[in-house]
Nanobody, 121 residues
Framework: QVQLVESGGGLVQPGGSLRLSCAAS????????MGWYRQAPGKQRELVAF???????NYADSVKDRFTISRDNAKNTVFLQMNSLQREDTAAYYC???????????????WGQGTQVTVSS
């Protein structure tokens, strides 16, 4: 199986910064795209950013120029640097990865358990 473990959430004041990390482990043959989604209370889960295996990135318009996604392929880890945080960024943040497992011909999506980010004064 594959596990995604997130860390780095917490409480931060408006204008502050946080860095989320997500480490993938398990029987991984190939780790394709990795990304972050978020879900605020009463709202649908939405894409925040993703990064492909060759480093191409994509961001939601609401976080462009404030958030930066990166990955360490050697450690199967993806990061989300969040700057200039706003109250509207408050949500549970979920790591997502598309993984081809050892011995399996196709890739499948996996989710982390989520980490809470609260932006409040």
């Amino acid at each position: 199986q594959v596990q995604l473990v997130e860390s780095g959430g917490g409480l931060v004041q408006p204008g502050g910064s946080l860095r989320l990390s997500c480490a993938a482990s398990g029987s991984i043959a190939s780790l394709m795209s990795m990304g972050w989604y978020r879900q605020a209370p009463g709202k649908q889960r939405e894409l925040v950013a993703f990064i492909t295996s060759d480093g191409s990135t994509n961001y939601a318009d609401s976080v462009k120029d404030r958030f930066t996604i990166s990955r360490d392929n050697a450690k199967n880890t993806v990061f989300l640097q969040m700057n200039s945080l706003q109250r509207e960024d408050t949500a549970a943040y979920y790591c997502h990865a598309v993984v081809q497992r050892v011995g399996v011909l196709y890739a499948s999506p996996y989710w982390g358990q989520g980490t809470q980010v609260t932006v409040s004064s």
